[in-house]
């Protein structure tokens, strides 16, 4: 099955500690991408890759990482986590060759809890 | 810089037709989307229309884009409780890059 595995589903941390939401997809995807979902704002894009080892800034990159080492994962990384990045993580995915008509594959998405 | 915005919240009768609207900002948005995102889901594609189309319709959905005012409307026939979701209107901008709306909370009562 075509699909987007994150994990974990759920987490709760506390703030300083560090932290990586895995991100993995089975489809060959060359578009990776990583949004968090907040009540009000909708879905805000915090970095995306367009391949292997490209890596670029999305709308709210502060305080996150990420790494494009293989096709399929796309790790989210969050080196000295904050209560302000509580907060529902979704890990998306798309085909640059099939192009944009076919929109996005997510994952089903990580609640991060940061006390 | 690019935006999309839609309402937050609809409530409608079962077996009535809900229309959710949406606009854009962004005028060379070639693709749009309606997903829909369950309770403890992620999201899911719906439909899209592409920027040279009026009107798409399938099965029970009908997208309808007037680009001249940057506006995109979905509408559900014959609503039933299993379409209680959240609805998100998206848009392709420059390169690759899809912005999304906050999402409507679709109340359907029975």
């Known amino acids: 099955e075509a699909q987007v595995t994150q994990n974990p589903r759920y987490l709760i941390t506390v703030t300083g500690k560090k932290l990586t939401v895995t991100c993995s997809q089975n489809?060959?995807?060359?578009?990776m991408s990583w949004y968090r979902q907040d009540p009000g704002l909708g879905l805000r894009q915090i970095y995306y890759?367009?391949?292997?080892?490209?890596?670029d800034k999305g709308d709210v990159p502060e305080g996150y990482k990420v790494s494009r080492k293989e096709k399929r994962n796309f790790p989210l990384i969050l080196e000295s986590p904050s209560p302000n990045q509580t907060s529902l993580y979704f890990c998306?995915?798309?085909?640059?060759?099939?192009?944009?008509?076919?929109?996005?594959?997510f994952g089903s998405g990580t609640r991060l809890t940061v006390v | 810089g690019e935006d999309v915005e839609q309402s937050l919240f609809l409530s409608v009768r079962e077996g009535d037709s809900s229309v959710i609207n949406c606009t854009y900002t962004?005028?060379?948005?070639?693709?749009l989307y309606w997903y829909k995102q369950e309770p403890g889901a992620g999201l899911q594609l719906l439909t899209y229309?592409?920027?040279?189309?009026d009107m798409k319709q399938d099965q029970r959905l009908t997208v309808l884009l007037n680009k001249k005012d940057k506006h995109l409307s979905l509408r559900i026939a014959d609503t039933q409780t299993g379409d209680s979701a959240i609805y998100f209107c998206?848009?392709?901008?420059?390169?690759?890059?899809?912005?999304f709306g906050a999402g409507t909370r679709l109340f359907v009562k029975a």
């Open positions: 890759s367009m391949n292997v080892e490209v890596t």
């Open positions: 962004d005028s060379s948005s070639t693709y």
């Open positions: 229309i592409f920027s040279n189309m």
């Open positions: 489809m060959n995807h060359e578009y």
């Open positions: 998206a848009a392709v901008t420059g390169g690759f890059k899809t912005i």
């Open positions: 998306a995915s798309s085909s640059l060759l099939r192009g944009a008509r076919y929109g996005y594959t």
